[in-house]
């Protein structure tokens, strides 16, 4: 069976590009599939100040596999649309699974889906890490119902978004298992957690203790990881740290990871040209929406006195080097304020580490507040640091977070899509 996982491939940051590489590899396992990635050139409007290429890592995830990748569509240029398409016919894939967590995709998407629709030997998949976005405008809106409305079947990780995908398309009918069963004459939807993620895991030769003396972290350290975004809370990471400090000498952060909107060099001409571009576009399509560009939450760190408790790695993290930021933590921390399916929450699995997370999204569906982690009410900081120390004062065995993550292995994950 030739299987096509549309999505950013392995040379591109992100969650996203794990989690397709992650498929790729888990259904290239089964021995019975012929994968391919199909992926971008250029994922975004080119407006968008932003590197999004990794050049850090140096690790070729797809050794050892016999996944083929193609570097394809461009979404500045529509004929790359077209190429796209026709490079998926000529594979004769009995399946394409597009991986869905931006709006802004939804025309290339869309127009790639609708035209894979015209051959019903094949089965179209949108893989969805959202449906109704963070800033839920009236244009993300129509994008995605544009994007996804060709799919033959769909894959969701939350029954809240099952509830979301139902809101949109109201005159549909669905039928939701978890099995990966289709079911004839209605729209399949198959509700599977997140899987852990396989890219990363424990070096049993990494000294946890010498690299906590090397970076003056104390007995009980809390780790933020991933690209700063405003919507997982950073800010309010730190005031709760900060409170949890005030009283505890004991106590460590970690914030490692990128900035989102500061990876090109401002000075440049072309830099300067898109950040005025994209900041018109915002005003003009999101008039609600932030302007992300001015978040700066590691400002706190001096404003709070706390620099000293806190190790700050403010860039992109290469893959062989993730694995010490986790091994050396105790508790991932992931208070955002909205919640899709968390890529952080999956590698910490890997790890056995314990999520302290606000109770939004889907956290409270996969996180059993004592069982395998910690929920804290939303941007209520009392709470927070209260749950931070319950992580110190109530540890989570560490067998309860692997009997939370039997199901959800990534074998189970490619078993239900390769289901009938």
């Avoid at 992926?39 to 100040?49: E, L, R, V």
């Avoid at 319950?390 to 289901?419: C, F, G, K, V």
Wanted: charged fraction near 25%; hydrophobic fraction near 40%; charge should be neutral.
């Amino acid at each position: 069976m030739t299987i096509v996982c549309f999505g950013p491939g392995p040379k591109f940051k992100g969650g996203i590009s794990n989690y397709n590489t992650s498929l790729a590899k888990s259904l290239d396992r089964h021995g019975d599939c012929d994968v391919h990635i199909v992926s971008w050139t250029q994922q975004y409007p080119a407006i968008i100040p932003r590197e999004f290429v990794d050049k850090t890592s140096k690790t070729d995830l797809l050794a050892g596999t016999d996944i083929k990748v193609q570097y394809v569509t461009n979404y500045n240029n529509p004929l790359s649309w077209h190429e796209t398409y026709r490079r998926i016919v000529a594979l004769r894939p009995a399946k394409v699974i597009f991986q869905w967590a931006i709006a802004i995709q939804g025309l290339p998407l869309g127009y790639i889906a609708r035209q894979l629709r015209k051959h019903p030997e094949i089965e179209v998949i949108f893989d969805l890490h959202f449906v109704i976005q963070k800033e839920n405008s009236s244009l993300d809106r129509r994008l995605t119902r544009f994007g996804i409305a060709p799919a033959t079947t769909y894959i969701a990780h939350a029954y809240k978004t099952v509830e979301e995908l139902k809101t949109l398309f109201s005159q549909r009918d669905f039928a939701v298992n978890e099995a990966g069963t289709r079911v004839q004459g209605r729209t399949t939807v198959i509700k599977l957690y997140h899987p852990i993620y396989d890219l990363f895991s424990p070096n049993p030769a990494f000294d946890v203790q010498s690299f906590k003396r090397e970076n003056d972290l104390r007995e009980h350290v809390f780790l933020f990881f991933g690209f700063i975004r405003k919507y997982k809370g950073l800010h309010n990471v730190i005031r709760a740290f900060a409170e949890l400090a005030g009283r505890r000498d004991d106590v460590s952060l970690i914030i490692c990871g990128e900035s989102f909107w500061d990876t090109l060099q401002n000075d440049k001409w072309s830099t300067k040209l898109k950040n005025a571009l994209f900041g018109f576009a915002k005003k003009l399509f999101l008039a609600k929406a932030d302007d992300e560009r001015d978040y700066r939450p590691l400002e706190l760190l001096d404003t709070l006195d706390i620099c000293d408790r806190v190790m700050v790695k403010n860039e992109f993290v290469a893959n062989e080097e993730v694995h010490k930021y986790f091994q050396a933590s105790d508790a991932v921390v992931l208070f955002y304020s909205y919640a899709t399916p968390s890529g952080v929450e999956s590698i910490s699995y890997n790890f056995l580490l314990p999520a302290v997370a606000t109770r939004v999204g889907h956290f409270p569906e996969t996180i059993k507040d004592g069982f395998n982690g910690y929920l804290a009410e939303p941007e209520n900081i009392t709470d927070m640091a209260r749950q931070l120390e319950r992580a110190i004062t109530e540890p989570i065995a560490r067998e309860n977070i692997r009997a939370t993550t039997s199901e959800m292995s990534w074998d189970n994950y490619a078993a239900a899509i390769l289901a009938s």
